[in-house]
């Protein structure tokens, strides 16, 4: 494994301090909000005002304001705005060549865009220390249906009409049969497309009755009883049955994550996007990859699932699990593998090495090929002007210096499985 590179010293920034909002703009629907607050935190100082920032990525309870936007977080809503990107409307950042206060703009075009700059910068650039964020009226209406499909594809196909209907539902999340089987979401018996809208403005009957509409034009079974539309209700917009179990299960997967890790199991999540048009061939390849890998490392018969978490016109963006049983003392070794494996099929087949959990150190060596050498070029020159003794978290997103190129595949460790190891 390669060594690590010997520094004199290193510093950590804690922001949770910095865990207030500051202003709130209510004709413009804005807010200016320090960088450390946690998602709760955030929600209960906006809630008086009526407004929300409607950002709820699965680590809201445990992550905060700065490290969504550096880290270009999506959150739980499948269409329209699902990344924190289009809800940053300007930005404080302190580097170390001078600190950075980007105007406040609903939208402009004068030049590149400096606050895209930081968006998923991941620290390399400076500290956002603040944000100007873009709010919403808390929502007061729902709606939800689940439908039911034979066959996966045609769930996905149904999706895409959702996506391209203009309708912007809530939550439009395909989820295999084997992941609902095992989620507790369903018998196992189809593949489940849970639909949801939500709006602080009118009733939903008509968009949630067109959806259901579309559903079953691509083969999908909706039972009445599972069509529901109501006002005045806190909780988050899926409903009951089918759509409140998969939440559920949604919100406990991280603890489940680290109890199986406990008992010694493989179990490993990865998320790409990927064009309509490419979606058939690349759901085939990761999962024959990941299954011939899992055999490769002595765990055949680990199951494999997909759902989606987000849907555009142009594409989803697929979520694959990976649950088997893991060989004492080889776990890192078994989930570099598998790693590699997924990783590779998706480039192979013009995915993302990544949708919404950034790059960090354990998606570089795919970072640095998805992405075209002269932008890498730029990028190095952006962080040689704002951090010119490169000292904000070195080796993520580039490498250090030419002398220290970025690490090999079989060098990760994933940082999960330290605990266990």
Known sequence: MRRRRRLPGVVSLDLRRLDRVLEVDTASRAARIQAGVYGPALEDQLRPHGLTLRHFPQSFEVSSLGGWIATRSGGHYATLYTHVDELVESLRVVTPGGTVETRRLPGSGAGPSPDRLFVGSEGILGVITQAWMRLQDRPRFRASATARFARFEDGAMAARALAQSGLHP?????????????????????????????????????????????????????????????????????????AESWRQAFLRAPYLRDALVAMGMLNETFETAVTWDRFEELHAAVTAA????????????????CRFTHVYPDGPAPYFTVVAPGRPGALLEQWAAVKQAASEAILATGGTITHHHAVGRDHRPWYDRQRPEPFAAALR?????????????????????AEHPSPPPTALVHPRWRLVA
């Open 381 to 401: 020159a952006a962080k040689h002007a704002l951090d010119p003794g490169g000292i904000l978290n070195p080796g993520v997103l580039v490498a250090p210096c």
């Open 170 to 242: 809530a939550n439009c999340r395909l989820v295999d049969a084997a992941e609902a089987l095992v989620t507790g979401t369903d018998d196992g018996s189809a593949h489940l497309l849970l639909v949801a809208f939500e709006s602080a403005d009118h009733p939903l009957d008509a968009w949630i009755a067109r959806a259901v509409e579309l559903t079953r034009d691509h083969g999908g079974t909706v039972h009445d009883e599972e069509v529901r539309s109501r006002a005045g209700d806190e909780r988050g917009g899926e409903g009951a049955g089918a």
């Open 290 to 305: 990941v299954r011939d890998a899992l055999a490769a490392v002595g765990a055949p018969g680990g199951l494999v699932t």
